[in-house]
């Protein structure tokens, strides 16, 4: 008989101890802070190429100096791997020459941002379209930039880009450059 009690109670004392050890282990997750909507400051260093065609021939040149760009915006954050840049202001030119090839743009775009690589890195895609005028020109037309890069931190951003812009009488000027990216 004290056997048998012997043995209910180590059997209660494990069925207790077991289910004390569930509970315990419960993983709570914690969402992370998604509303980092603000304003961004963007630096571009790079070079340009205008196309143009003329009487049927599609000539193609770089522009001669450094590309140098500065952007302004403000990014709305939805989820922590979706924003939108709602506005964008984008001004490119040229070091050599620069009221010849300054443009103006305004720009939209859609950003994707991955899961966390390694040390807080993230990595992320940008792609807009809009309007852009040339400053020296009798126009514009549709631009659209493409941005594929690393958040360094959540504040800062280094990502190579691609600008187009679209121009009267079949032109267009584009710029390849590395981008550095501030948010506020």
């Not at 040229?94 to 103006?104: A, C, H, K, M, R």
């Not at 037309?141 to 941005?147: N, Q, S, V």
Request: aromatic share 10%; net charge neutral; hydrophobic share 45%.
């Amino acid at each position: 008989m004290k056997k048998l009690l012997l043995c209910l109670a180590t059997a209660l004392i494990a069925t207790t101890a077991s289910a004390q050890l569930v509970q315990s282990t419960t993983v709570t997750r914690v969402a992370k802070k998604t509303n980092d909507s603000g304003m961004f400051l963007e630096l571009s260093a790079g070079s340009m190429k205008v196309e143009a065609e003329y009487e049927g021939i599609n000539l193609k040149a770089k522009v001669p100096g450094t590309a140098l760009g500065l952007g302004l915006g403000y990014r709305r954050v939805f989820t922590e791997y979706v924003a939108w840049d709602i506005f964008g202001l984008n001004a490119l030119s040229s070091t050599e020459d620069i009221g010849s090839y300054l443009y103006l743009q305004g720009i939209t775009a859609v950003r994707g941002t991955s899961p966390e690589l390694f040390a807080g890195m993230t990595a992320f895609a940008s792609a807009g379209v809009g309007y852009g005028h040339v400053i020296d020109g009798d126009g514009g037309g549709l631009a659209f930039d493409i941005k594929i890069g690393i958040n360094l931190t959540p504040r800062v951003n280094l990502a190579f880009r691609y600008n187009s812009q679209s121009l009267p009488d079949d032109t267009s000027a584009k710029v390849s450059a590395f981008n550095l990216g501030f948010k506020f």
